[in-house]
């Protein structure tokens, strides 16, 4: 039998990868995997001024992770907030200030909890600066801080061979399931729990190779569509899923008709974990959980061809880019 020699060389150059939407044939080189690594954002942040900001920060943030965070060491008294984690398109900060601090971000309303600790995250696509307004319980308010958010350089993904109607050729039922799941992912967030569970830090909830970036612009089938919303991590089908960090279960569905078998957690203070595509749910609304709990297992349910964890965090309306806030990925 003759050998194809395009596939023959595909076998060698290229290594299939399964991603949100198909399988990619990507190739083998460091370029492509993560060209949005964190410690490219450090030194984004150098560059844009962030040291002061971060220089008096206990040492367990001072690699940008939440994973390690210990709360106890931020300045519930300092005059100014204290700030962790990235400043930057797609990065996720915390902070404390005194309790009953009143805590704006430009026009958004930041949740504070009883010890003074809040979240903000910025959006892939967020302008280079903010404003955090902060008036204590007493009155008093701040000068308000500036700050300079990195901007980010975001992959282009191609796919192709799609099948139409995993992109946008709907036939009624098929609609409606979709219009059904907008409808239980909007029911799920209606009530979002205040309690800061994300103090817990964050862990990947499967580990393996990181096959799609979160922010990538998408073509499929030739069209422009919406950046990739999270990171996927390929694993095998089974994998036990477990919980990035505490919170609660909003919603538990096996069969949503993009994301395939669906968890939210609501981690507190307007922060959700939503992880896609599993071939099995071990939780049920209402359910809380504690980091590192098994929720789940990999599939590859919805737009997807192949067994991966697609892991999206979102903080209000903004999609942030969950790869920041995880430790790094262990050696596979
Ligand atoms: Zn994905």
């Not at 190739?27 to 962030?50: E, R, T």
């Not at 939440?66 to 931020?74: F, R, S, V």
């Amino acid at each position: 039998m003759p050998i194809n020699p395009s596939s023959a060389f595909a076998a060698v150059v290229f290594s299939a990868v399964f991603v949100c939407g198909t399988a990619l044939a990507l190739p083998q080189n460091d370029d492509n995997k993560i060209s949005n690594h964190p410690s490219d954002l450090k030194a984004a942040l150098k560059a844009a001024g962030m040291t002061s900001t971060t220089s008096d920060l206990p040492s367990a943030m001072a690699n940008t992770k939440i994973a390690a965070l210990d709360t106890t060491e931020l300045k519930a008294d300092a005059v100014q907030p204290t700030l962790a984690g990235d400043m930057a398109q797609g990065g996720l900060v915390i902070g404390q200030t005194r309790p009953g601090s009143i805590v704006k971000l430009d026009d958004i309303r930041v949740d504070v909890d009883d010890e003074g600790r809040f979240i903000f995250g910025f959006g892939r696509d967020h302008p280079d600066t903010a404003v955090l307004n902060i008036t204590y319980g007493d009155g008093t308010i701040l000068p308000p801080k500036v700050l300079k958010i990195a901007s980010r350089e975001f992959k282009e993904q191609r796919i192709d061979n799609l099948p139409s109607n995993k992109v946008d050729e709907f036939t009624p039922e098929e609609l409606k399931k979709i219009t059904e799941g907008t409808a239980k992912k909007n029911a799920a967030r209606a009530n979002m729990q205040q309690k800061a569970d994300w103090v817990s830090g964050f862990d990947w909830p499967v580990t393996g190779t990181i096959t799609g970036l979160f922010g990538s612009r998408r073509i499929l089938n030739g069209v422009p569509r919406r950046p990739h919303s999270g990171v996927d991590v390929g694993a095998v089908e089974g994998t036990d899923v477990r919980a990035p960090a505490d919170g609660v279960i909003t919603l538990a569905d096996p069969d949503m008709y993009f994301e395939g078998g669906l968890v939210f957690i609501d981690h507190g203070q307007g922060l959700e974990s939503a992880l896609m595509h599993m071939s099995r749910l071990d939780v049920v609304a209402g359910q809380r959980v504690t980091r590192g709990d098994i929720i789940g297992a990999v599939g590859a349910t919805g737009r997807a061809t192949g067994p991966h964890m697609h892991w999206s965090l979102k903080w209000k309306s903004r999609l942030l880019d969950a790869q920041l806030v995880a430790p790094e990925m262990p050696e596979t």
